[in-house]
């Protein structure tokens, strides 16, 4: 579980040797119009990593992945996770 901003940096920095990962939310949409992020599951051929949220402050790693287009992205039910990623890093992934 990623829980720190160095755990994600280092996770991203690993990542970073995969030509593909695969991308899902989990949010909540209670009492709000916009998805309030829960979890980030990523996936990178190899290993599985929960990011959560709650403990991050510094998702500029996260974001440098998310804009790198040498790194495939797949998502999970893709327009709903496109819509969190824009509403929490305000801005949307690179293919």
Request: proline share 7%.
């Amino acid at each position: 579980m990623i829980t720190t901003d160095d755990a994600l940096a280092s996770l991203c920095e690993a990542v970073r040797a995969f030509p593909a990962i695969a991308l899902d939310t989990e949010f909540v949409r209670t009492r709000t119009y916009y998805p309030q992020l829960g979890l980030i599951q990523l996936f990178d051929g190899e290993h599985l990593a929960l990011i959560d949220p709650l403990g991050i402050t510094d998702w500029s790693p996260l974001k440098a992945i998310l804009r790198d287009p040498s790194i495939t992205k797949f998502l999970h039910a893709g327009s709903e996770d496109l819509e969190v990623f824009l509403n929490v890093f305000g801005e949307l992934p690179q293919p």
